[in-house]
């Protein structure tokens, strides 16, 4: 049986998706927080939810890079003149 390689590049890219992801997650908290008014505590106490709304938005990414992998991969392989 083969096994599964995956290349640091796309390690170092998927993690910088992911911290992308998180990143995002976490500004959308400081935006409730400001919004409604509550203790800055829960910068710390929603944590898991951050964690959880930070892979929701990273598989929405991945969905989107499925999407247009093919018009990709027929770009580079299609027909040649």
Request: proline share 2%.
């Amino acid at each position: 049986m083969k096994d599964l390689v995956i290349s640091q590049k796309r390690l170092k890219s998927e993690l910088f998706i992911w911290t992308f992801s998180f990143a995002i997650a976490f500004l959308l908290n400081i935006y409730a927080i400001l919004k409604y008014n509550n203790s800055w505590l829960e910068l710390l106490t929603q944590l898991h939810i951050v964690l959880i709304l930070s892979l929701v938005i990273y598989f929405i990414f991945v969905l989107i890079r499925l999407l247009f992998w093919p018009t990709k991969f027929l770009k580079n392989n299609g027909p040649k003149s």
